[in-house]
């Protein structure tokens, strides 16, 4: 029992350097899901189906019915295409990988990956309130995950140099930022869908501001 018990405390601690064909298969794959969840969101968009093809009225009117799906694909296309943006910003920074990191990067993905399911149920039925309190809960959870990965990595030591502690309470806070509004968005969402919506958007200048009041240091790092 001691040895097996031992065996996989060496597995788990054992890192993958940068440069190595485990640490390129894990970006890689990243970057495969990435392309694929953003890829399936347009499948949410339904082809109207017109009882006389050649009536211009009627499609238009079906394009009209569409509004909601089209705009769901944008914000989430949006959505997926920033967090696509951090974690190449990531792993920039990653000199190694652990086993537990690429646990936690798994089940980060998992999320990314989920995205086009909320996504089209938002876009089918935005006036619901519960759509749109899904698909901000699971975004929610995406940032939160960034959170995890990005603590885990600086206090195993896998970053390429030391990050300096004001960058580090820096970075942790800025990734924190879209958990918090997304999470208010939530009971927001059983007032007004809309208003709901309206929140992720003001998230935008808030964390503008925050990047105007980071710490010198911070450039060399993000």
Known sequence: MRVTI????????RTFPRGSEEFSRVLAFSDGLFAIAMTL???GITVPELTDGGDEGELLEAYSDLASEVI????SFVVIGRYWIAHHQF????????YALVWINLVYLAFIAFLPFPTGVMGS???NPISVATYAVAVALVSGLEVVLFRHAHRAGLLQREMPEPVYRWGVLASTMPVVFFLISVPVAFLNTVAAVAIWFVAAPVLGLLQSRRPPQTEEWF
């Open 41 to 43: 969101l347009v499948v």
């Open 91 to 98: 792993f920039r920074l990653l000199r190694a990988m652990d």
């Open 125 to 127: 039925y935005f006036d």
């Open 72 to 75: 769901s694909f944008f914000i």
């Open 6 to 13: 031992g065996r996989l405390s060496a597995q788990v601690a």
